[in-house]
């Protein structure tokens, strides 16, 4: 299976300011057809998993331009920047390039 | 607008089996995948399986095989999946999600296995 490592495991910051979170896949998540499945998703207190970001970088529909998400191969980045209070919650990674699909652990972000 | 609507909590016995439903609305049903994922309390996400709803071909996690068993129902755009022999392990939050993206979410529905 593949492992998804996140790391930190959780921070906080002060409204307005931006945050990293970073996730290593234990293999390369480029699939045979060329694209790389690696999402991100949000966890609010209480509610379920929604989508932030598909295939790297490509923002969900309504997901606003504060989110985006980079990287390549094994290693990929979610940047929030201008934090407001409705982004708290635990953020995850997971891939969709090999089956079973995986997840990372999860960052907690708290506000300062 | 795209939803999932899912069946409520339940407590059962360890031993017993439960199946849980995640009915839809707004989308062409026959035309994704479904997911289903199990998420204890504090922990990590983990998927059990899918199942295409135009044929009900489905795909298991190894880990899963043998506990979970997905289907669905056209007529209704529903998927259902039975959990069977429930111990405390089963013990979690199931959610069901589309395709392979997981784009859209149910609410989850928590399941309890105590005697």
């Known amino acids: 299976d593949v492992v998804m490592t996140q790391t930190p495991v959780s921070l906080s910051v002060s409204l307005g300011g931006q945050v990293s979170i970073s996730c290593r896949s234990s293999?390369?998540?480029?699939?045979?057809?060329?694209?790389?499945?690696l999402s991100w998703y949000l966890q609010k207190p209480g509610q379920s998993p929604q989508l932030l970001i598909y295939k790297v970088s490509n923002r969900f529909s309504g997901i606003s331009d504060r989110f985006s998400g980079s990287g390549s191969g094994t290693d990929f980045t979610l940047k929030i920047s201008r934090v407001e209070p409705d982004d708290l919650g635990v953020y995850y990674c997971g891939q969709g390039t090999q089956y079973p699909l995986t997840f990372g652990s999860g960052t907690k972000l708290e506000i300062k | 607008e795209v939803q999932l609507q899912q069946s409520g909590a339940e407590l059962v016995k360890p031993g017993a089996s439960v199946k849980l439903s995640c009915k839809t609305s707004?989308?062409?049903?026959?035309?994704?995948?479904m997911s289903w994922l199990k998420q204890m309390p504090g922990q990590n996400i983990e998927w059990i399986g899918n199942i295409y709803g135009g044929n009900g071909g489905t795909g298991y996690n190894q880990k899963f095989k043998g506990k979970a068993t997905l289907t669905v129902d056209k007529s209704s755009s529903t998927a259902y999946m039975d959990l069977s022999s429930l111990t405390s392990e089963d013990s979690a939050v199931y959610f069901c999600a589309t395709g392979s993206l997981f784009a859209y979410w149910g609410q989850g529905t928590l399941v309890t296995v105590s005697s």
């Open positions: 707004g989308y062409t049903f026959s035309n994704y995948y």
């Open positions: 293999q390369s998540l480029v699939h045979n057809n060329g694209n790389t499945y």
